[in-house]
């Protein structure tokens, strides 16, 4: 009985494989047209999709980067905020330690019952950890965990710096780079393309990286040296928060700005006047922080995945507010083609109409 129990349970679970193939191909069959579609009617919105392939850590060979990336440290931040996200930070950790068995990796996050849970793995792979201290959430309408990823994402930076690592790539822990080569690609690309001051730029990802939102870079994962990076998320209060946020409203009134309420422009912005760049003027300052100080790089080249997304989809589009009064057909996610374009060329001016996203 047993014996016919488990071959009918075989069946259903190769049946189902079946169907969920050919599902996808259906999918991918119809978002390609559908991208056609919206070509046509002459909109520049792309229906990303994503081909992958689960990968096997037998398939995982060791990359010799001893020498590339011996300056460099792995931070993984946040909060873990129940079994799936641990689960999938625990492959995330075991995929880069298979890949890179020497570099530096840190965990910073917070002490509860999923880091305790955690920590034999950490033992396991030797990746380090730092204890965040919870700063408090943020009423609407800004990021309500906006603090409190800076200040994990802070003492993991701060980590890296103390341990005399001069770079650090800066990964929210729901997310992975798993693209072998990834982080000896960031690095070469670096070298390629220095700021204004002839050091390393922020290097943020295409996903969720906005063309038309004033100094739309994602934060979900960057890259850069820790000093830049101290001062991109240096540690603030929630009462320092509003302090700084009130004055950056009265400054700076365009529209443009949302009030500075989408956390990656206030991030962003808060950056940029550190470095001396004027807000006054959206246009401008954008202009001046893709061109001097930052850089984009598709998120495709990195294997970049957020658990959240449905594994077909290249991207989050569906984040988008499409039906809303300020949906423009235009707008989409900025690539590195796009930032070669606009911030490195001749021109002076950014032909980018910005808007409060």
């Given at each position: 009985?047993s014996?016919?129990?488990e071959?009918?349970?075989?069946?259903?679970?190769?049946?189902?494989?079946?169907?969920?193939?050919?599902?996808?191909?259906?999918?991918?069959f119809?978002a390609l047209?559908?991208?056609?579609?919206?070509?046509?009617?002459?909109?520049?919105?792309?229906l990303?999709v994503r081909?992958s392939k689960?990968k096997?850590l037998?398939?995982?060979s060791?990359?010799?980067?001893?020498?590339?990336?011996?300056d460099?440290?792995?931070?993984?931040?946040?909060?873990i905020?129940?079994?799936?996200?641990?689960?999938?930070l625990?492959?995330?950790?075991?995929e880069?330690?298979?890949?890179?068995?020497?570099?530096?990796?840190?965990?910073?996050?917070y002490?509860?019952?999923?880091?305790?849970?955690l920590?034999?793995?950490?033992?396991?792979?030797?990746?380090?950890?730092?204890?965040c201290?919870?700063?408090g959430?943020l009423?609407?309408p800004?990021?309500?965990?906006?603090?409190?990823?800076?200040?994990?994402?802070?003492?993991g930076?701060?980590w890296?710096?103390?341990?005399?690592?001069?770079?650090?790539?800066?990964?929210?822990?729901?997310?992975?780079?798993?693209?072998?080569m990834?982080?000896?690609?960031?690095?070469?690309?670096?070298?390629k393309?220095v700021?204004?001051n002839?050091?390393?730029?922020?290097?943020?990802?295409?996903?969720?990286?906005y063309?038309?939102?004033?100094?739309?870079?994602s934060?979900?994962?960057?890259?850069?040296?820790t000093?830049e990076?101290?001062?991109?998320?240096?540690?603030?209060?929630?009462?320092?928060?509003f302090?700084?946020?009130?004055?950056?409203?009265?400054?700076?009134?365009?529209?443009?700005?949302?009030?500075f309420?989408v956390?990656?422009?206030?991030?962003?912005?808060r950056?940029?006047?550190?470095?001396?760049i004027?807000?006054?003027?959206?246009?401008?300052?954008?202009?001046?922080?893709?061109?001097?100080f930052?850089?984009?790089?598709?998120?495709?080249?990195?294997?970049?995945?957020?658990?959240?997304?449905?594994?077909?989809?290249?991207?989050?589009?569906f984040?988008?507010p499409w039906?809303?009064?300020?949906?423009?057909?235009?707008?989409?996610?900025?690539?590195?083609?796009?930032?070669l374009?606009?911030?490195?060329?001749?021109?002076s001016?950014?032909p980018?109409?910005?808007?409060?996203?």
């Amino acid at each position: 009985m047993s014996v016919k129990f488990e071959n009918l349970g075989y069946q259903l679970r190769k049946t189902h494989v079946w169907i969920m193939k050919i599902q996808e191909k259906l999918f991918i069959f119809g978002a390609l047209k559908l991208s056609s579609w919206l070509k046509r009617k002459d909109f520049e919105l792309l229906l990303g999709v994503r081909y992958s392939k689960e990968k096997k850590l037998n398939e995982l060979s060791p990359i010799d980067s001893s020498i590339m990336l011996n300056d460099w440290g792995i931070v993984f931040h946040g909060k873990i905020y129940d079994s799936e996200c641990l689960k999938f930070l625990s492959q995330s950790l075991v995929e880069l330690r298979q890949l890179h068995p020497k570099l530096r990796i840190c965990v910073s996050t917070y002490d509860d019952d999923y880091l305790r849970e955690l920590i034999p793995l950490l033992k396991e792979l030797s990746v380090e950890k730092v204890v965040c201290h919870d700063v408090g959430k943020l009423p609407s309408p800004f990021g309500s965990s906006l603090c409190q990823q800076i200040n994990s994402a802070y003492t993991g930076i701060l980590w890296a710096h103390e341990e005399n690592l001069h770079k650090v790539a800066k990964i929210r822990l729901d997310q992975r780079i798993s693209e072998p080569m990834a982080m000896n690609f960031i690095h070469m690309i670096a070298e390629k393309f220095v700021s204004a001051n002839g050091q390393m730029r922020v290097i943020g990802t295409s996903y969720n990286s906005y063309l038309e939102r004033p100094l739309g870079v994602s934060d979900m994962i960057m890259f850069g040296t820790t000093i830049e990076m101290l001062l991109y998320w240096k540690k603030i209060t929630v009462e320092e928060f509003f302090v700084f946020t009130e004055e950056l409203q009265t400054l700076y009134e365009s529209y443009v700005w949302n009030d500075f309420t989408v956390p990656e422009v206030w991030l962003a912005a808060r950056y940029a006047r550190a470095k001396g760049i004027d807000l006054s003027d959206p246009y401008n300052a954008n202009h001046r922080f893709w061109s001097e100080f930052a850089m984009i790089v598709d998120s495709m080249s990195l294997g970049q995945t957020w658990f959240k997304t449905h594994p077909w989809f290249e991207s989050n589009y569906f984040s988008i507010p499409w039906l809303s009064p300020v949906f423009r057909k235009t707008y989409r996610e900025i690539h590195f083609n796009d930032w070669l374009g606009l911030y490195q060329g001749n021109s002076s001016k950014n032909p980018v109409q910005l808007g409060p996203y």
